[in-house]
């Protein structure tokens, strides 16, 4: 995982950045000789990532004179996105 959002240098420490991922898979027929699948894909990321929501708050509060995603304390966040195909 990148040091910081979008960043290239990448953070080695496992503890601080990982990611996890799950596939679910179901095989069937809905109808007679009509096969279905049924596919759902997770994954969880940890990493020191900023908040994009937090960064346009501190910009429109005033806090910082433009939106900044890397302007954040060390943290380990995670993301949590589901992917069906």
Do not use: W
């Not at 027929?29 to 940890?46: D, G, I, Q």
């Not at 908040?51 to 943290?75: C, M, Q, W």
């Amino acid at each position: 995982m990148p040091k910081v959002a979008n960043g290239i240098h990448l953070d080695a420490e496992m503890s601080r950045a990982h990611a996890e991922n799950i596939e679910f898979e179901v095989h069937g027929a809905v109808c007679e000789n009509r096969k279905a699948l049924f596919a759902s894909l997770r994954f969880v990321n940890h990493a020191n990532m900023g908040s994009y929501r937090e960064a346009v708050d501190n910009f429109l509060a005033g806090i910082t004179t433009k939106p900044d995603i890397a302007a954040h304390p060390l943290r380990t966040n995670n993301q949590t996105r589901p992917s069906n195909h």
